[in-house]
C-alpha cells in the first residue's frame, strides 16, 4: 500500500516559503503605514508647532528612528523576493546597523519619556528647573551616540554569505557559539531587559503617587506614552525570548539552526524580526488613537495641537510666572504651595 509522506526536505522548503511570504507582508503593511505616517509626524511638529516642547523632541526624535529603520524595508523586500541578497557586505552591515541603531534610540527614548513624567510627578519643581530646550538637546545628543555605539557588534558580526544554490545570504556569522551567546544576550540586556526595567520602575512609582494624590484621570499625552511603551513591549518581547533561548542552547553546545528546535527557534526569529518592523510604523496609529477630538476639530494639526504645551517649560509660562516667583508664594501661602504642586503635576502629565 502506498502512503503519503512528505519529506524532512520538502517540510523545510514549505516552513521557508511561508517565512519569506509572512515578512513580505509585514514589511510591505509597516511601508504602507509607516513611512507616511512617520513623514507625516516629523512635518507636523517641524512645520506646524511654533513651540516646541520637551515632550515634542522626544516625539519627533522617535518618529526619525522610526523613518530610519523603515528606509531600510525596500532592499529586504527586493532581496526577499529575489531569494538572494542583492546588495553586498556593505548593504547588509549598513541595513542591519541602521535597524540595530534604530532599535537602541527607540527604546531609550521611550526610557527618557517616562523618566521625564516620573521626575514631574515626583519632583514637580526639579522638573520645572532641569526641563528645558538645552537639557534636552543633550540627552538626545547622549541617546544617539549611545545607540550608535551599541549598535556596533552588528558591523562586526554581519557577512554575506553564499548558499550551496549560489544564492548570497546576509546573517550573523560568528567566530564561535561563544561569541553568538554574548552578543545575543548582550543586544537583549542592553536593548530591552535594563532599559524596560527602568520604565516599568518610572511608572510604578507615577502610579503610586498619583495614587496617593488622589489624580482621578490621566492626561492625554501621559497615555500616549504608555501606549508607546506597550506597543513597542508587544512588538520586541517575543524577538528578545527567542534571542535568549538561542543564546542559552549556543552556551549548552549546540551550533546555530540544529536540531528540530533549533529550526524551529530559527524560523520564529525570521518572522519576529519581521514582525518587529511593524513596531516602527505602529506610533503615529497610536498618536490618531490618543489625540481622540482633536482629530476632528484641528484637522492635520491634530498631532501638534496634542503635543502644545506639553511641557513644565510651557506650563510655567501660560502661568506667567517663573519657579523662583512660584517658589516665594509657596513660602507665602502653605495652601497655595500645595495647589501649586499639584497643578505642575497634573500639566507636566499633560
Request: aromatic letters at 10%; glycine letters at 8%; one cysteine or more.
Amino acid at each position: 500500500m502506498a502512503m503519503n509522506t512528505t519529506s524532512p526536505d520538502a517540510t523545510y522548503s514549505v516552513n521557508v516559503m511561508f517565512i519569506i511570504s509572512l515578512a513580505i507582508i509585514f514589511l510591505s503593511v509597516a511601508l504602507a503605514v509607516g513611512l507616511p505616517g512617520n513623514i507625516f509626524v516629523v512635518w507636523s511638529i517641524l512645520v506646524k508647532m511654533r513651540k516646541r516642547s520637551v515632550t515634542a523632541l522626544l516625539v519627533l526624535n522617535l518618529a526619525l528612528a522610526d523613518l530610519a529603520v523603515l528606509l531600510t524595508g525596500p532592499f529586504f523586500l527586493s532581496s526577499l523576493a529575489r531569494h538572494t541578497w542583492l546588495f553586498k557586505l556593505f548593504g547588509c552591515r549598513l541595513c542591519h546597523y541602521v535597524c540595530g541603531v534604530s532599535m537602541y534610540a527607540s527604546i531609550l527614548l521611550i526610557t527618557a519619556m517616562s523618566l521625564d513624567r516620573s521626575l514631574a510627578v515626583a519632583r514637580p519643581f526639579l522638573s520645572q528647573k532641569v526641563r528645558t530646550k538645552a537639557v534636552a538637546y543633550r540627552v538626545l545628543v547622549g541617546i544617539w551616540v549611545a545607540s550608535v555605539l551599541l549598535a556596533a557588534p552588528v558591523i562586526a558580526y554581519r557577512n554575506v554569505v553564499t548558499r550551496e544554490n549560489k544564492t548570497l545570504v546576509c546573517l550573523m556569522e560568528y567566530p564561535s557559539e561563544g561569541h553568538r551567546a554574548f552578543h545575543l544576550i548582550f543586544e537583549t540586556v542592553t536593548g530591552f531587559l535594563l532599559p524596560f526595567m527602568v520604565v516599568v520602575a518610572s511608572y510604578s512609582d507615577i502610579g503610586r503617587r498619583l495614587q496617593a494624590r488622589r489624580f482621578r484621570r490621566s492626561r492625554r499625552t501621559g497615555r500616549l506614552v504608555v501606549l508607546i511603551i506597550l506597543a513597542f513591549a508587544a512588538f520586541w518581547l517575543p524577538y528578545h525570548v527567542v534571542n535568549l533561548a538561542e543564546a542559552g542552547r549556543a552556551l549548552a553546545g549546540h551550533r546555530y539552526a540544529s536540531g528540530p528546535t533549533g529550526k524551529q527557534l530559527t524560523f520564529a526569529r525570521n518572522v519576529l524580526i519581521a514582525l518587529a518592523f511593524l513596531s516602527s510604523s505602529v506610533n503615529p496609529v497610536l498618536y490618531a488613537c490618543a489625540g481622540g477630538g482633536l482629530l476632528r476639530s484641528a484637522g492635520v494639526g491634530f498631532v501638534a495641537k496634542m503635543l502644545e504645551g506639553t511641557g513644565s517649560e510651557m506650563s510655567s509660562t501660560r502661568r506667567g510666572g517663573t519657579l523662583g516667583q512660584t517658589v516665594r508664594s509657596a513660602h507665602a501661602s502653605p495652601e497655595a504651595g500645595t495647589s501649586e504642586s499639584l497643578t505642575a503635576s497634573r500639566e507636566t502629565l499633560d
